[in-house]
């Protein structure tokens, strides 16, 4: 059993410099459409990562920060493959009105616990196992994504690439609290309905237009019924837009429909479901609606492989008397790109983290060092484990 005993002071040890390096990647606003924020967070990331012997390679997106692949050659054995995002959900100018900040046992700032302070500990964690050597791990790949808030749509083909080379996958996104560890994850989806009719204005009209919201509203408690939350499967509407003014028939509306859904069976029947609703044909011939997205991030099973390494993290948190405990999430991340392909795959890897994407978003500061160790003896143990 790796010595995770041994491991905690270390790092213990090195949190001052983690926590400074933590707080100059969180000074940088680095929102998914801020390339320049996202491309600073890179250029620290690469040098940390250069320094410790990473070849590092940077894609450039159009509009987006790079594809930051860093790679580490060790010879045979087994394929290690890291998930992080430099990107988050917070606007370009965020961090001047709320910047990082450290009371008593809490971090706060944008993107404090997603996920810069986690791949900024994942680096630290990293320094300090590296000198030792990893027993038959051959590579260690870490990826800086530039779009996962996005639901990393231009990343995803590079992610699945990375992916189908790698044995075994950490991902970085944060623990909940009191140590949830993410070993399973539902499948998420992002469907937009567009509706077009004829416009009329009603002080004029001696006929009905074709009112392309009415169309679009007729079909809101019928998608919304797909749902079942007792299965897991639920379908929900989050925009439905339309009209220019109170006199005029809408010639044109839109509806933007979250799915959700617990394993991939599941994801294709109701997105035909919601397909079926959706595109019958109108009453009146002259609304068209059509749709367009689908299911993005698709189901994170958990395989005999995902419990197995859940199981080791477990073991190595109560080796150091941290509490820790399985979640299966609602939420996809760039791990459920991984474990769609049978990787085995274990996330919320990171801190603890609190509020994620709100302005309360914040970390605590003492679960960093168990949180940390976790991740060491996963990475430690990866080459000779199972
Ligand atoms: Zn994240």
């Not at 967070?41 to 070849?55: E, I, K, P, S, Y």
């Not at 005999?304 to 190595?316: C, I, K, N, V, W």
Request: glycine content about 12%.
């Amino acid at each position: 059993m790796w010595d995770a005993r041994g491991f905690a002071p270390q790092l213990e040890a090195a949190l001052p410099a983690l926590l400074a390096d933590a707080e100059a990647a969180i000074e940088i606003d680095s929102g998914s459409y801020h390339a320049a924020g996202v491309l600073a967070v890179q250029d620290q990331w690469t040098a940390l990562l250069a320094g410790m012997g990473f070849a590092v390679q940077r894609q450039p997106l159009p509009g987006r920060g790079d594809q930051l692949t860093a790679r580490l050659r060790l010879g045979e054995g087994r394929r290690l493959l890291l998930l992080g995002h430099a990107d988050t959900v917070w606007p370009a100018g965020t961090v001047r009105e709320w910047g990082f900040a450290r009371r008593g046992n809490q971090l706060f700032g944008p993107g404090v616990g997603d996920m810069k302070t986690n791949v900024v500990m994942a680096l630290h964690v990293l320094r300090l196992l590296l000198p030792a050597g990893l027993p038959g791990v051959g590579s260690v790949t870490l990826l800086g994504v530039p779009d996962e808030e996005l639901g990393s749509p231009q990343s995803r083909a590079w992610i699945e690439a990375e992916a189908r080379q790698a044995d075994l996958c950490l991902t970085l996104e944060p623990a909940r609290p009191g140590g949830g560890t993410v070993l399973g994850r539902g499948a998420v989806g992002a469907v937009y309905l567009q509706a077009r009719g004829v416009t009329q204005h009603l002080a004029t009209a001696t006929a009905p237009g074709a009112n392309a919201v009415a169309a679009l509203a007729a079909l809101v408690a019928e998608i919304e019924a797909l749902s079942d939350y007792a299965s897991g499967s639920t379908a929900s509407v989050g925009i439905l837009r339309g009209g220019a003014a109170r006199q005029v028939v809408p010639d044109a509306a839109e509806m933007h429909v979250d799915l959700r859904a617990p394993d991939a069976a599941a994801a294709t029947a109701l997105l035909e479901r919601l397909r079926a609703v959706a595109l019958r044909p109108q009453q009146d011939a002259r609304l068209v609606v059509e749709m367009s997205g689908g299911f993005t991030r698709p189901a994170f099973p958990t395989l005999p492989a995902m419990q197995a390494l859940y199981e080791r993290a477990a073991g190595f948190a109560g080796a150091i008397g941290a509490t820790i405990f399985p979640v299966v999430s609602r939420g996809g991340s760039d791990g459920s790109f991984a474990a769609a392909l049978g990787v085995p795959t274990l996330d919320g890897l990171g801190p603890v983290g609190h509020e994620i994407c709100s302005r309360r978003e914040w970390v605590e500061l003492d679960s960093i060092v168990p949180r940390g160790t976790i991740l060491a003896g996963l990475i430690a143990t990866a080459g000779t484990a199972g």
